[in-house]
């Protein structure tokens, strides 16, 4: 039900009344609760918008789910000044700033207001390196937050820090991947900066004027920032972006990649977007393991795991995060260039450097 809900809304032309024969209130309940879980709630009332009557859910439900709308593109419009205003006061001290998939992502959406957000990201570096350099001008705008009374918290992560703007969580990014983690992040990494080439972008409804990266820049970081999440937190927003996104512009890949698990992972990804959601899109025709694209479905829809823990108790916790992290090293086995050892090391030298994650939820 759900899939045809955003196939519609997507193609803007009505769902598939078969996905809908027979639906009672439960499975209405049920549809409502996965779109929440998989932040597609607004995209999917699009769908919703063009049932005829008689398979509509029952009155109660679709007001919580209209409100719900209405709290996403409220949330949009926020998201929108945000980020212009942070572009705007770190360009006046030097920084250039880059917004990162998210808001400036959403004017791929049919209705851009209906792309739900969980935090803004920015790359930040130098606007002018004769006068100041990349590492200095990331390190300012922490500064430039902290001088206007937000808390950044530098040991978030070792790519970015983390800030709130507003109620608003904000992402600095001094890097635009974990490169500490992957060998093959440290190599995408570079490809990344030479293809960022900034472009001005006027977001919607008065949002105002940010810098987004190029679609070539997109096309390998989207593609990456989603197979991270493979194993543990790998949604149907992530699918969602990334058929918006190629059906917008086109697969972007450099004729020179041979990461061929990277490139299996996008094929499988790409081949979701068109059977799934129904984007019409040509097939990249690149070499993919038999019927990853399958087990990537079932990951996304029926993962043992999720990115926040359900448990509470440290025993509890801790045993959670053993099995999620193990179960993520097996599945990501088919995607990235990780090994078991490899994967095991980086989690102790993370909780080793901030202990205070190991028990959190």
């Excluded at 009672?24 to 549809?31: H, I, L, Y």
């Excluded at 996965?34 to 918008?49: I, S, Y």
């Excluded at 998201?79 to 808001?103: M, P, Q, S």
């Excluded at 974990?178 to 008065?206: C, F, I, M, W």
Aim: hydrophobic content about 40%; aromatic content about 8%.
């Amino acid at each position: 039900m759900l899939l045809a809900l955003l196939r519609a809304a997507l193609a803007g032309k009505a769902p598939e009344a078969q996905a809908f024969d027979g639906a009672t209130p439960a499975d209405w309940e049920r549809c409502y609760r996965l779109a929440a879980r998989h932040g597609v709630r607004a995209l999917a009332w699009d769908g919703l918008a063009l049932l005829p009557p008689a398979l509509l859910p029952p009155r109660a439900l679709r007001l919580l789910w209209g409100a719900d709308t209405c709290r996403v593109e409220e949330q949009h419009r926020r998201y929108c000044r945000a980020a212009h205003e942070l572009t705007a006061l770190f360009a006046d001290n030097g920084i250039a700033t880059v917004l990162l998939k998210g808001t400036g992502l959403s004017t791929c959406y049919p209705v851009p207001a209906h792309r739900e957000g969980g935090d803004i990201d920015l790359y930040t570096y130098s606007a002018d390196p004769s006068a100041l350099d990349n590492a200095h001008a990331n390190r300012l705008a922490d500064l430039l937050a902290e001088d206007r009374g937000m808390e950044v918290d530098r040991k978030h992560s070792e790519k970015h820090s983390l800030f709130y703007y507003k109620g608003i969580p904000v992402e600095n990014h001094h890097t635009l991947l974990d490169t500490n983690k992957y060998r093959s992040a440290a190599r995408l990494e570079e490809r990344l900066h030479r293809v960022l080439d900034p472009q001005p972008l006027e977001l919607p409804d008065g949002g105002g004027q940010v810098w987004v990266p190029s679609p070539e820049f997109n096309t390998l970081f989207l593609a990456y920032h989603a197979i991270q999440h493979y194993g543990a937190g790998l949604s149907l927003h992530h699918l969602c972006d990334w058929a918006c996104f190629v059906s917008r512009y086109g697969l972007r890949l450099p004729s020179d990649l041979d990461d061929a698990k990277f490139l299996g992972a996008v094929e499988a990804f790409t081949t979701l977007a068109r059977t799934g959601l129904g984007v019409d899109m040509p097939d990249p025709g690149l070499p993919m393991l038999p019927g990853l694209d399958k087990k990537m479905l079932h990951e996304v829809l029926h993962s043992p795991f999720a990115r926040e823990v359900p448990h509470t108790g440290k025993a509890a916790i801790l045993w959670y995060k053993l099995r999620r992290m193990l179960h993520r090293l097996h599945v990501r086995r088919d995607v990235l260039d990780e090994t078991l050892a490899g994967g095991i090391t980086e989690a102790i030298r993370v909780h080793w450097k901030n202990p205070e994650t190991l028990f959190k939820q």
